[in-house]
T-cell receptor
Framework: EAQVTQNPRYLITVTGKKLTVTCSQN?????MSWYRQDPGLGLRQIYY???????DKGDVPEGYKVSRKEKRNFPLILESPSPNQTSLYFC??????????????FGPGTRLLVL | GESVGLHLPTLSVQEGDNSIINCAYSNSASDYFIWYKQESGKGPQFIIDIRSNMDKRQGQRVTVLLNKTVKHLSLQIAATQPGDSAVYFC?????????????FGTGTRLQVTL
C-alpha cells in the first residue's frame, strides 16, 4: 500500500529536550516536505526536499532541522523544542521534484506538545 | 504579502444539497490550485486540482471553478453527503522557479446536517 508514515503520532516533551519526528514514504517520491498546522493558520511549510541531500527552507523554518540521506526518509529535528512549537505536524511527498501536476500525499500527522 | 484565504470558516448544509466553498488568492503568479479535504485526525487528502489555463474542472461529484479576473476559486460538491463533513483547504502553487511550494488557506469546515 502506497503511504506516508510518521512516528510518533503523539509526543509530549519538555522545553529543550531534543526530539526527532520520522517520516517515511514507500512511493519512491523525490519530493518531501514538512508542514505544521495551527488553528486559524492552516498548514505552513517548514522545510522541503527535492531529492537526496537537497533541502531548503519553507515559510517557517526557525527552530527546525531536516535531513535527507535516503530517498524514502525525511526526519524533522527539533534541537531545542519550545512551547511555541506545540502543533500538529504533517509530512508529505510527491512524485515530481517540482510537484507540479502531481499531488502531495500526506502522512497521518504527529501531534506534539512542548511543556 | 501574498496569501490564500477563505471567505467562510464554517459552512453548514443539509444532506442532499449542493455545497459551495470559496477561496480567494492574491498571488497573480499562481498557476496551479488544489483542493484538499481533511477529516478529523487525518492528514489532508487530495480532491481536485486545476491549472490557470482552465476555468472549470469536474470530478466525481466535485467541480472546481477558477476566476482569474477576481482571483477566486471555488469548490462545488453535488448532493452533499454526511461523509463530506470535513475541513476543506484550498492551496496554490506559484512559479517559484525552483521547487513546488504549496501555500494553504486557513480552511473551511463543512458540516452536513441530516
Amino acid at each position: 500500500e502506497a503511504q506516508v508514515t510518521q512516528n510518533p503520532r503523539y509526543l509530549i516533551t519538555v522545553t529543550g529536550k531534543k526530539l526527532t519526528v520520522t517520516c517515511s514514504q514507500n512511493m519512491n517520491h523525490e519530493y518531501m516536505s514538512w508542514y505544521r498546522q495551527d488553528p486559524g493558520l492552516g498548514l505552513r511549510q517548514i522545510y522541503y526536499s527535492m531529492n537526496v541531500e537537497v533541502t531548503d527552507k519553507g515559510d517557517v523554518p526557525e527552530g527546525y532541522k531536516v535531513s535527507r540521506k535516503e530517498k524514502r526518509n525525511f526526519p524533522l529535528i527539533l534541537e531545542s523544542p519550545s512551547p511555541n512549537q506545540t502543533s500538529l505536524y504533517f509530512c508529505a511527498s510527491s512524485l515530481l521534484s517540482t510537484g507540479r501536476g502531481e499531488t502531495q500525499y500526506f502522512g497521518p500527522g504527529t501531534r506534539l506538545l512542548v511543556l | 504579502g501574498e496569501s490564500v484565504g477563505l471567505h467562510l470558516p464554517t459552512l453548514s448544509v443539509q444532506e442532499g444539497d449542493n455545497s459551495i466553498i470559496n477561496c480567494a488568492y492574491s498571488n497573480s503568479a499562481s498557476d496551479y490550485f488544489i483542493w484538499y479535504k481533511q477529516e478529523s485526525g487525518k492528514g489532508p487528502q487530495f480532491i481536485i486540482d486545476i491549472r490557470s489555463n482552465m476555468d472549470k474542472r469536474q470530478g466525481q461529484r466535485v467541480t472546481v471553478l477558477l476566476n482569474k479576473t477576481v482571483k477566486h476559486l471555488s469548490l462545488q460538491i453535488a448532493a452533499t453527503q454526511p461523509g463530506d463533513s470535513a475541513v476543506y483547504f484550498c492551496a496554490e502553487m506559484g512559479d517559484t522557479g525552483t521547487a513546488s511550494k504549496l501555500t494553504f488557506g486557513t480552511g473551511t469546515r463543512l458540516q452536513v446536517t441530516l
